[in-house]
């Protein structure tokens, strides 16, 4: 989980820089990822992961948060 949790901030980072993203909960509630922003990462899960993020994951309490973030592309990547 911990090179998971290493590589998504990785992804994060290239998007905002300045964002605490291990301390930030509301990623998407708090307006720092806007739909472009989103698009963007799960295009970057699917090659760095090697997953495909379905339409149903993509809700609002799967991006607020890096650890939210993580257990999504651990259980895609369970279920590949």
Do not use: Q, Y
């Amino acid at each position: 989980m911990e090179e998971i949790r290493s590589k998504l901030l990785e992804i994060l980072i290239s998007l905002h820089p300045d964002e605490d993203f291990e301390n930030n909960h509301k990623l998407v509630d708090g307006k720092v990822l806007d739909s472009f922003d989103i698009v963007t990462l799960i295009a970057e899960i699917n090659d760095e992961f090697e997953v495909a993020v379905s339409a149903d994951k993509i809700i609002p309490e799967n991006f607020n948060s890096v650890n939210a973030l993580c257990e999504m592309i651990a259980e895609l990547m369970e279920e590949e």
